[in-house]
Structures are given as structure tokens and as C-alpha cells.
């Protein structure tokens, strides 16, 4: 099936650095979604992109649809504590609106 | 606007035995997709359902199975529980589908013994 691809598994930065994840895909995607999961609880959705190109800002937040339709970056400005957890990319696959694909998701860890 | 509602938190089930777990979408949601999350596996999609309808399913088994009912909310059941089955059970509502955004319930702990 349709995967996305999220690397590294893992990311440590310092309080106030900036931090710039992607996802891959083999496959064109016609929505890009950003997720963050907090331990024990469920995902919680950051960003939406729907156009190739597009770039969306969400606080400290940015992501853009890349022009190829095949990836997306998600960027934190001046990280903080409270960043910490799992990000996930998603997106319903071609002809399969009504599902997500999910990446395996980054730890993000933020050093004080 | 309450958010999407999945009971009950946390479960424990023993092998063999069959469980039921409740989401409430959020008001106005039509769609409500399942997804399971392990820590191999990841977040897998089961199904989703639309106004009462399954309208996509994913590959597993039989033993997994959903509905919805006329106000929107929607159960999943697992029969025949195995230990492969110990995950978070995630529920997702969204308006239309997948293709807008989905908003995610807290999720039901289960663990199989």
C-alpha cells in the first residue's frame, strides 16, 4: 500500500533552536496533514495542506505541500519544552479519500 | 465545540473474549474513522464509516468490526480477542472524510492478558 516516509525516528534539539522535519511519498497525495501526539493521548492535528506549493503557518509552526505532491516539511521555530512529543504526517492516499496514511511519526525531544 | 469522545479510557480484556469500544464524533461530524496504533505497527486505519455506512475498510481481519448508528456515533468490536490485539484504538471524526481534516478522540487502552 501507500507509505510515508518519516526520518530520523528521532530528533534531539536545544530549547530555542528551530526544527525542520519531511515526509516522502512513492505516490502524488492531494492533502498533506501535520500531526502531534502527546503520550496517552490521542493525535492532535497542526497543519492541513490542500495545493501543491502551498506554504501554512500555525503560530510557531510552518509546513508547505511540496511542488511535486510526493512531500511535505513541517518547521518549528524557537522550540520550547512543550514541543516534545511524536509527529506524524498523513494523508489519504489516491482514490481513498475516506482513509489517512500515516508516517511512523518523529520523537521530538527539547533539551532545556 | 466538544471534541470527539471514545469510552472508556483504558480496557482490559483476557484471549478469546470479544469488547466493544464507543466513540461520539464531533457534533455535525458525519464521518468516523478507526485506526489502531502499536508500537511496530504504527497507525493503521480500520474503517470508516458515513452517514451509517462502512465506506472504506482496511486489511484486518474479520474479527474487527464497526458500525455507526443515526446520530453519528459509531462502536468498533474485536471478537475473539488475541494478544496481537493489545493497542490504542484511536477514533477520528471529520466532516465529509479523509480528506478534510480529522480530529482524533484520546483513544481506548486495550491490553489483551
Known amino acids: 500500500g501507500q507509505q510515508l516516509n518519516q526520518s530520523p525516528q528521532s530528533m534531539f534539539i536545544q530549547e530555542g533552536e528551530d526544527v525542520s522535519m519531511n515526509c516522502t511519498s512513492s505516490?502524488?497525495?492531494?492533502?498533506w496533514l501535520w500531526y502531534k501526539q502527546d503520550p496517552g493521548e490521542g493525535p492532535v492535528l497542526l497543519i492541513a495542506l490542500y495545493k501543491a506549493g502551498e506554504l501554512t503557518s500555525n503560530g510557531r509552526l510552518t509546513a508547505q505541500f511540496g511542488i511535486t505532491r510526493k512531500d511535505s516539511f513541517l518547521n518549528i521555530s524557537a522550540s520550547i519544552p512543550s514541543d516534545v512529543g511524536i509527529y506524524f504526517c498523513?494523508?489519504?492516499?489516491?482514490?481513498?479519500?475516506?482513509?489517512?496514511?500515516f508516517g511512523k511519526g518523529i520523537t521530538l525531544s527539547v533539551r532545556p | 465545540k466538544a471534541g470527539v469522545t471514545q469510552t472508556p479510557r483504558y480496557l482490559i480484556k483476557t484471549r478469546g473474549q470479544q469488547v466493544t469500544l464507543s466513540c461520539s464524533p464531533i457534533s455535525g461530524h458525519r464521518s468516523v474513522s478507526w485506526y489502531q496504533q502499536t508500537p511496530g505497527q504504527g497507525l493503521q486505519f480500520l474503517f470508516e464509516y458515513f452517514s451509517e455506512t462502512q465506506r472504506n475498510k482496511g486489511n484486518f481481519p474479520g474479527r474487527f468490526s464497526g458500525r455507526q448508528f443515526s446520530n453519528s456515533r459509531s462502536e468498533m468490536n474485536v471478537s475473539t480477542l488475541e494478544l496481537g490485539d493489545s493497542a490504542l484504538y484511536l477514533c477520528?471524526?471529520?466532516?465529509?472524510?479523509?480528506?478534510?481534516?480529522?480530529?482524533f478522540g484520546q483513544g481506548t487502552r486495550l491490553t489483551v492478558v
Open positions: 477520528a471524526s471529520s466532516s465529509e472524510g479523509a480528506s478534510t481534516e480529522a480530529f
Open positions: 505516490s502524488i497525495f492531494n492533502t
Open positions: 498523513a494523508g489519504p492516499p489516491p482514490g481513498a479519500n475516506s482513509k489517512l496514511t
